[in-house]
């Protein structure tokens, strides 16, 4: 349960991210859309990363959803512990970290 709301603070930090960013309901709708489905395709969450060529691996492990596919793989086929997904968790809150700042300096406070 810990994995999966750090995964819900980082999704949230994001979707506030581009909320800040975006002018109207339009722009947030279609960001989101652009940014999630692109992180969709290239993280693992389609297929997975294992079939696909070596340079697209790569750029996958630059998205959350291969860091958050990873670390939920790992808890339900594997089996692992907490322990065992700390390099995936630190990543996630890494992400956490940078969105939420970028969202804290670029929200409009009316």
């Known amino acids: 349960l810990l994995f999966l709301f750090v995964i819900s603070c980082a999704v ?15 722009q947030t709708n279609g960001l989101a859309m ?3 489905l ?10 997975p990363l294992e079939i696909t060529p070596v340079f697209m691996q790569g750029i996958g492990k630059l998205t959350f959803n291969y860091w958050a596919i990873s670390g939920i793989k790992k808890l339900i086929l594997y089996n692992a512990s907490l322990a065992e997904v700390l390099p995936e968790m630190s990543v996630i809150l890494l992400i956490f970290g940078l969105f939420f700042c970028a969202s804290y300096r670029l929200f409009k406070y009316d």
């Open 38 to 47: 692109g992180m969709s395709a290239l993280g693992g969450s389609w297929w």
């Open 34 to 36: 652009l940014l999630f």
């Open 12 to 26: 949230g930090a994001i979707g506030i991210c581009i909320a800040s960013i975006a002018r109207n309901f339009a």
